[in-house]
């Protein structure tokens, strides 16, 4: 095991790929000489060239829509687009080319691409940079989704984008590139799309947190451990599309309750698909309605104070779990 920043792991596991396959290339605003917005392509210019890391326009369609072709020609792109707010500027090159080429050419053309786009706020970087958008691609068959929140998952999960015949929107964190955690040495160590994590075990309510949110439902687990005396299990989806909802349904079945923390909009978000399909099919287990912790739902501020009340934090969590399990347990712990 090595401790490594998640920025790194992102890194690495291109760098390994690009190694093991020479169809593997990355192309992006500012990834070669620059080394990326947030330094995620460090080295690769140096060690592969111009020719396989690639600097692009400042043209989000023109990136993707040759990102696509090349993939249907054969090779294996690693897209990087510097914000996933830019890549509403590529709406139409990745819904209705990345996604749907391979249904229209009935699987006899795949589009074997990866696009990987930093999202999520406490940057203040203002409402055109700081979205999360996990639910937008999230509808869209064809699309993969992953949204790793760890250094070790970002680098596994990486890897097997890459190797995958189909197109995946890969999530980044703006928040999560800097923290440190350990990862499996070698280079062929891969995480499969559609298996969660589980981070904390559980016996009295299921919180599952997405991306950011895996990191702020740990803690808030750990302080209603802590101050309310009760044990909360956490989820970590990894991977949206596919989504391991029997790990889910699982945990639930056991707790009896659920709450979904996520930092994107209220209104059609991951929250939102999620709670109604625990809903659906775990209803009889339920004995408290699934709670929903979200961004507040308004373009993201720029103001310090503003943003990081528009952001959910482990306060809100505790509040949500305390609902779902109001007159089941005290408030406070009794020693």
């Not at 937008?136 to 999960?157: E, H, I, N, R």
């Not at 101050?227 to 945990?251: C, F, M, Q, Y």
């Amino acid at each position: 095991m090595s401790e490594i920043r998640m920025r790194e792991a992102l890194r690495d596991a291109m760098a390994e790929e690009m190694r093991r396959d020479p169809d593997v290339f990355v192309m992006g605003e500012d990834v070669g000489v620059f080394q990326g917005a947030f330094k995620v392509t460090e080295g690769l210019l140096d060690e592969f060239g111009e020719k396989r890391v690639r600097d692009t326009p400042i043209s989000e369609n023109t990136i993707v829509g040759t990102g696509v072709g090349a993939a249907m020609a054969g090779l294996r792109p690693v897209v990087e687009l510097m914000t996933v707010n830019f890549s509403l500027l590529a709406l139409d090159q990745i819904v209705n080319h990345a996604a749907a080429i391979p249904y229209m050419f009935n699987g006899n053309v795949r589009v074997p691409m990866v696009i990987r786009m930093p999202g999520g706020g406490g940057h203040q970087l203002g409402p055109t940079h700081s979205h999360s958008f996990e639910a937008l691609y999230l509808q869209v068959p064809g699309l993969l989704v992953a949204c790793p929140s760890t250094p070790a998952d970002a680098k596994a999960l990486l890897k097997a984008a890459i190797r995958d015949d189909n197109p995946v929107v890969f999530i980044e964190h703006e928040s999560l590139y800097g923290i440190k955690g350990e990862v499996p040495d070698g280079d062929d160590v891969i995480q499969r799309f559609g298996e969660a994590a589980i981070r904390c075990e559980g016996s009295d309510v299921t919180i599952v947190g997405i991306l950011k949110m895996a990191h702020v439902a740990e803690k808030a687990a750990a302080e209603l451990e802590d101050k309310h005396g009760i044990s909360a299990e956490v989820i970590d989806p990894r991977t949206l599309r596919p989504l391991d909802l029997d790990t889910i349904l699982e945990s639930v079945r056991k707790t009896n309750r659920a709450v979904i923390v996520e930092e994107g909009w209220p209104h059609g978000g991951v929250g939102a698909n999620l709670s109604t399909l625990i809903t659906e099919q775990a209803f009889d287990y339920l004995d408290a309605p699934v709670q929903r912790v979200t961004g507040a739902d308004v373009p993201m501020p720029y103001s310090r104070r503003m943003e990081q009340a528009a952001i959910p934090h482990e306060e809100n969590v505790i509040e949500a779990a305390l609902a779902t399990t109001e007159g089941a347990f005290p408030r406070e712990r009794q020693d």
